[in-house]
C-alpha cells in the first residue's frame, strides 16, 4: 500500500451561504458596534479546551492592549459558549455572543469581523477557519498541523509562529490596522475559499479521480472497492450543497 497514490479531496463548504455580506448591517443585526475592529474567536467549549489555544489568543489580545505600537482599538467577540461567571481578563473589551443554532446567523457573525483568530494547537481543517475565509474574513493562526493547508500565509490571512502569542498578536494588528490591506486580503480569502471549497469544485475532484480510477491498471476488485467509495463521496457532496448533481446523475 505504501506505493499507491494519495489524492487528498478537502469537504465541500456550502460557499453560497458562507459569503461576504454588508458589514454595517451584519453588525447592527447581532448588535456589535459598528466603530470597532471585531477581533472574531469562536469553539464549541473553547476556552476550556486547551488545544483551542484560548490562552495563547488571551496572552495575543493583552498584547495588543498594552503593546508599545499603542493600543488597538478593538473588541473581541466569543462565540461558541454562554458568558463565564467570572470573564477572564482579554485586556480588550469582551462581547459573548453565546451559541448559535443557524448557519445564517454565523454567516453574518463573519461578516461583521475583521478578523478570525484561531489559535488551536492541533487542528485538521477547522470549519471556522473556511467558513470566515469564504464569508471574506480573513484568518490569523499559528503556523502548526493542518492550518497551512488552510491559510495562506500575507495572502488570505496571517500564520504566526507556532504558539508565539506576541507573533498572534502581531499577525492581528497586520490584518486589522491597514484597511486598504485588509481588504486585500479578505477578497483573496473569499476567492480562494470559492476555489477550493465549493461544493461543485470538489464534486469535480471525486469525478475527475473516479475517471482517473476506471481507467487505471488496477485489479478490477479494488477499482469497484474504490470507485464506490468516490461516488459515494461525489453524490454526498453534490446532494449537500450543489446542482452539479443533477447535471450528472439525472
Known amino acids: 500500500m505504501r506505493h499507491w497514490p494519495v489524492s487528498v479531496i478537502p469537504n465541500a463548504l456550502n460557499t453560497n451561504l458562507f459569503k461576504p455580506l454588508d458589514r454595517n448591517f451584519a453588525r447592527q443585526a447581532l448588535g456589535i458596534p459598528q466603530d470597532k475592529t471585531i477581533i472574531l474567536f469562536g469553539a464549541l467549549g473553547g476556552t476550556g479546551d486547551p488545544r483551542k489555544g484560548f490562552a495563547h489568543l488571551q496572552s495575543a489580545l493583552q498584547h495588543l492592549a498594552g503593546g508599545r505600537d499603542g493600543r488597538i482599538d478593538a473588541i473581541c467577540v466569543i ?8 470573564p477572564p481578563d482579554l485586556g480588550l473589551p469582551t462581547q459573548w455572543m453565546g451559541y448559535f443554532h443557524d ?96 461544493a461543485d469544485m470538489v464534486a469535480n475532484q471525486y469525478l475527475q479521480l473516479f475517471r482517473q480510477l476506471s481507467h487505471s491498471s488496477a485489479s478490477a476488485h479494488q477499482a469497484s472497492r474504490a470507485s ?23
Do not use: K
Open 103 to 198: 448557519e445564517l446567523s454565523l454567516a453574518l457573525l463573519y461578516s461583521a469581523a475583521d478578523v478570525m483568530v484561531v489559535p488551536s494547537l492541533q487542528e485538521n481543517a477547522p470549519q471556522t477557519a473556511t467558513e470566515a475565509q469564504s464569508s471574506g474574513c480573513p484568518v490569523v493562526a499559528f503556523n502548526t498541523t493542518g492550518l497551512p493547508d488552510v491559510i495562506a500565509d500575507r495572502d488570505t490571512g496571517y500564520l504566526a509562529r507556532p504558539f508565539d502569542a506576541a507573533d498572534l498578536a502581531h499577525g492581528i494588528r497586520w490584518v486589522t490596522q491597514d484597511r486598504d490591506r485588509q481588504a486585500r486580503l479578505a477578497a483573496a480569502a473569499r476567492e480562494r475559499a470559492v476555489r477550493l471549497w465549493s
Open 79 to 86: 462565540f461558541g459558549e454562554r458568558p463565564p461567571q467570572s
Open 228 to 250: 464506490a467509495e468516490l461516488v459515494i463521496g461525489a453524490a454526498a457532496a453534490l446532494f449537500w450543497f450543489g446542482d452539479l448533481g443533477r447535471q450528472i446523475f439525472y
